[in-house]
């Protein structure tokens, strides 16, 4: 795969972390009682996904530009584990 591909995988990854998984949960829940989605705008973002990839895709352009092997280490990971919770999906 190409280093775009992996990238695009990781943001995937990163923002079902962000919004959907339960490691992120008490960070979510402390900062959607602060600011309610329906009257914040940071509240709107935290829920949702594409707004979170937007952030996160300009943060691993970052990371790509700034530090590329040690993100590329990580990009492979986010991507496998990004691959494996799809097809955990599928089945």
Known sequence: MTPA???A???FRLTKLVVDDEIFA???DKLLERF??????????????????????GAVVAARVLVPRQW?????ALSYSALTGLAAERT
Do not use: F, N, Q
Request: charged share 15%; hydrophobic share 40%; with cysteine.
């Open 72 to 76: 590329d280490l990580l990009a492979h």
């Open 36 to 57: 309610p989605p329906e009257s914040t705008k940071l509240g709107y973002l935290i829920t949702c996904p594409w707004c979170v990839s937007i952030y996160l895709g």
């Open 26 to 28: 008490d960070v979510r």
């Open 5 to 7: 591909v992996y990238d």
């Open 9 to 11: 995988l990781a943001v």
